[in-house]
């Protein structure tokens, strides 16, 4: 590269410093609708449960001794680099409403205390769940704004891991919920658009 040439978007992601808000627009292109946020809401949910099970199972066998609320301590303390990548990265609101997630996704894992057999049967259904989704809700738009800067790959998917809760969180913060009763020309295709 020449000195004074400009910068190109060929360098490899930075999994601790993006723009939020470019990564929500992006989100957008796949997942407009308001119907497979749910799903995918649901199906993260799903996956921060189980792995919070299997790491509390974990800490359970490896500390026999620990009670409950000290695993539960743990587990939000491992929880902690993630958490600070994303103070640095999201809006406030955004961060508050992803930690009261963590702590209750926590809690949820600690409390049930289900057989780690049953977390890895879950942890492919909660992904085929999203995957599934995709074949429900099927509007996508043009991603090609995108690709230089978030080139698909192993990056990428880790950035999409990192971000994915808080960006369906930020979702559900921008999105403006339509009764059916107060619009009669809406269609069931625009209240789907939210």
């Avoid at 360098?11 to 410093?17: D, G």
């Avoid at 470019?22 to 989100?27: I, K, N, S, T, V």
């Avoid at 800490?59 to 993630?82: I, M």
Wanted: charged share 10%; net charge positive; glycine share 2%.
């Amino acid at each position: 590269m020449q000195p004074n040439a400009p910068p190109t978007h060929s360098h490899k992601l930075c999994l601790t410093k993006f723009h939020f808000e470019e990564l929500f627009q992006r989100h957008l292109c796949r997942h407009s609708q308001f119907g497979i946020n749910v799903l995918h809401m649901v199906a993260v949910f799903g996956i921060y449960c189980s792995v919070f099970s299997l790491v509390s199972l974990l800490l359970q066998r490896t500390l026999p001794t620990e009670t409950a609320a000290l695993r539960w301590l743990l587990l939000n303390l491992l929880s902690v680099p993630w958490l600070v990548i994303l103070r640095k990265n999201t809006p406030s609101s955004v961060f508050l409403l992803t930690i009261l997630s963590t702590l209750s996704l926590s809690a949820t894992a600690v409390i049930l205390s289900l057989p780690a057999w049953i977390h890895l049967i879950l942890l492919p259904l909660w992904h085929q769940t999203q995957q599934f989704s995709h074949r429900i809700y099927t509007r996508h738009t043009d991603m090609s704004a995108f690709r230089e800067k978030y080139p698909p790959g192993r990056r990428l998917a880790l950035l999409l891991a990192i971000c994915e809760l808080p960006v369906l969180i930020h979702y559900f913060q921008q999105c403006r919920f339509m009764p059916a009763a107060s619009s009669s020309n809406a269609t069931p295709s625009t209240r789907d658009q939210m």
